[in-house]
């Protein structure tokens, strides 16, 4: 039988549903303070409806965006949980910010295409010049 969408999933079960190893989910307690799944006797962890949202998100952001870790602690502590959700559930990307919350190999292919398009610019420039 299948839980229902507001029961609380054990450690096995959320590495399923967010595709990561469990050994991950241990990693991102450590790395990330406001990941605190509930303990019970012996250890035993429960991620509430919640903690699976904000895992989500942060999946999202370090898998599919390209933050690093200190990215996410940062976009934690500037903009709150509610934009840790919000990314892993798809509202949108979350716009980098100053610093080191994106991977030095995605700067780096974003500062290309911003050359490739400046470049493009100063060619439509001259064209349209009498």
């Not at 990330?32 to 409806?49: E, H």
């Not at 919640?50 to 990215?71: N, P, Q």
């Not at 840790?84 to 030095?104: K, N």
């Amino acid at each position: 039988m299948a839980k229902g969408p507001e029961a609380f999933r054990t450690i096995s079960e959320a590495a399923d549903e967010l595709s990561v190893p469990q050994h991950v989910l241990r990693f991102w307690e450590t790395k990330f303070s406001f990941i605190r799944p509930m303990k019970r006797a012996g250890g035993r962890r429960f991620y509430r409806p919640s903690d699976i949202a904000v895992l989500r998100g942060v999946k999202h952001l370090l898998h599919d965006e390209g933050y690093t870790i200190k990215g996410v602690q940062r976009l934690h502590r500037e903009e709150g949980l509610r934009r840790l959700v919000g990314a892993g559930s798809g509202e949108g990307a979350a716009p980098p910010s100053a610093g080191d919350t994106r991977a030095p190999a995605d700067q780096n292919s974003l500062l290309e295409a911003l050359r490739d398009l400046e470049t493009a610019k100063q060619r439509l420039d001259a064209l349209l010049r009498p």
